[in-house]
């Protein structure tokens, strides 16, 4: 409202997984990019609405879980100090140690580029690797990567365009899809050293 900038929570859906500088650039049709970014500085003052945040059933569970077996990364379109925030308000920070925000990469998913910029600070290949999103960008970027897609799926993820290579509807699901990985010895990645993970956190309605 600050900002002058007018969008329905349907249109913002389809472009939540673009960084804040995408989102105000498409919505208030400015052109200049000095102008852009005094928003952009503008709206980076705002506190995050943490009262609308809906935190996933078993999702610190399960991530404390995994990071005993395989290394933890973020990919997110977040500013660096907003992510640090998030992880650290929501129980995540020392559980996932390597983060990518938007100060990392050039193009925004769905291109690969933040999952590449991931792979490198791992400093592993695509096919050793996973990646988990909840968004048709997620699952993009991970193909054009190399890397195996999971879909977490709920309200927000509305697939047109994309199949993803495993869905699961819950953190809980996603843990078993693991042990199935690594007791099915014929897998599509049957020695994953690392796990590459992106936490949706999505605005509820309620």
Known sequence: KKLNIKYSQKEYVKLNHRTMWDIIKHFSKVKSNAKIRQMWQFAKQFEYPHKYVKIPTDGVKTVAALSKKYKLAIVTARVKIGVDKVLKRYGYSKYIKTRVSFEDYKNPKPHPEPLLVALRKLRIKPNEAVYVGDMEADVFCARSAGVISILYKNSYSKLRRSKP????????????LFTYFVNLRDSKIPSVKWFVNLFGIRLSKN
């Open 165 to 176: 290579d495993y869905m699961v509807t819950s953190f809980k699901k996603l843990l078993k």
